[in-house]
């Protein structure tokens, strides 16, 4: 299994600033993806986080509105810039430890953007 | 387009009664299918993952069944509990890519 942790695990933000929301993981793994889980919807990935190099994003979502960096195989970090209200979300970081494997979820960032 | 759709979107059940929840997909190729629990307020937590070769696997009261020539698959709730009460998930992953394709969820509450 992986034990994932995630920072902050909530946090209400003004329009226009950015939010950092980290990711530890207790040991090393292969994959690290960034979901998002608006209220009511299934779970939409962001971007696979690829460890020293560019991560990986989904139709929809572009680098300079969420930033992500991954400087070794236990952490990642992902940045919501320049947020609006429709940003308000549950952010998810999720991990495998090879690709195909079982996939563990940290518990989570609530953002609420004003 | 490769969708995952779940039912009921939500169920409510007294505790101690048992209930299904369904979930269909048109993913292919198909590699493998998950149901996960998810507290309010944490992370979604794999129940049961099952290949295609599996037609019924359990875990604790949970069973859960595949049908992969239907493509469908039930999660068994039985004698449920207040913790039960939790969003549950249906992931199925394509064959080859490894790309999971999530459901809605199914919204379950356990009254006492």
């Known amino acids: 299994s992986a034990v994932i942790s995630q920072k902050p695990s909530r946090d209400i933000c003004q329009r226009g600033t950015s939010l950092t929301i980290q990711c530890q993981v207790d040991s090393q793994v292969t994959m690290m993806f960034w979901y998002r889980q608006q209220p009511g919807q299934s779970l939409t990935l962001i971007a696979t986080a690829n460890q020293g190099s560019e991560a990986t994003y989904e139709s929809g979502f572009v680098i300079d509105k969420f930033p992500i960096s991954r400087p070794n195989l236990t952490f990642s970090t992902l940045t919501v810039s320049n947020m609006s209200p429709e940003d308000s979300s549950i952010y998810l970081c999720?991990?495998?430890?090879?690709?195909?494997?079982?996939?563990?979820f940290g518990p989570g960032t609530r953002l609420t953007v004003l | 387009k490769n969708q995952v759709e779940q039912s009921p979107q939500s169920l409510i059940i007294l505790e101690g009664k048992n209930c299904t929840l369904q979930?269909?997909?048109?993913?292919?190729?198909?590699?493998?299918l998950r149901w996960y629990k998810q507290d309010t307020g944490r992370g979604p937590v794999s129940l049961t993952i099952m290949t295609f070769s599996e037609n019924t696997k359990s875990n604790g009261r949970y069973t859960a069944t595949l049908d992969a020539d239907t493509k469908q698959s039930s999660l068994h709730i039985t004698a449920s509990q207040l913790s039960d009460s939790a969003s549950y998930i249906c992931?199925?992953?394509?064959?080859?890519?490894?790309?999971?394709?999530f459901g809605r969820g199914t919204s379950l509450i356990v009254h006492p």
């Open positions: 992931v199925v992953i394509s064959g080859g890519s490894y790309i999971p394709t």
């Open positions: 999720s991990v495998e430890k090879l690709a195909g494997d079982e996939q563990f």
């Open positions: 979930c269909n997909y048109t993913v292919s190729p198909f590699s493998n």
